[in-house]
């Protein structure tokens, strides 16, 4: 079992940036994929960006490629998610979560929210024009 802790979020204008943090209390010997998700009203949870492990391979959902960057600091087990060029519709929940499945399968299933089995409680992020 994985404990996850999402905290960064917040009320910005479009174009600035925020980095949201997943700290990851680990119980487990397995290995595992964290992954960003993110919810907004009325809408169903969106995978947003994963990273493997290793830290060494990364997924983003094609509306954020270019302006999110998700990585972690080796040595630590805080995964972050950097927000940059905001837009209001990146307004959401975001979700951070961890699952082993991705790892047993080489990534397979890294964007599918089926594949993760731990769940942070989210974090707002506002953005407005």
């Known amino acids: 079992q994985v404990q996850l802790a999402e905290s960064g979020g917040g009320l910005v204008q479009a174009g600035a940036s925020l980095r949201l943090s997943c700290e990851v209390s680990?119980?487990?010997?397995?290995?595992?994929?964290i992954a960003w998700f993110r919810q907004a009203p009325g809408k169903e949870r969106e995978f947003v960006a994963a990273?493997?492990?290793?830290?060494?391979?990364?997924y983003y959902a094609d509306a954020v490629k270019g302006r999110f960057t998700i990585f972690r600091e080796k040595g630590k087990s805080t995964r972050y998610l950097q927000l940059d060029d905001l837009k209001p519709e990146d307004t959401a929940v975001y979700y951070c979560a961890a699952g082993s499945g991705p790892e047993r399968h080489r990534g397979e299933g890294a964007m599918d929210l089926r594949e993760y089995v731990d769940w942070g409680q989210g974090t707002q992020v506002t953005v407005f024009s």
């Open positions: 680990e119980r487990s010997f397995n290995t595992y994929t």
């Open positions: 990273i493997r492990y290793s830290g060494e391979v990364t």
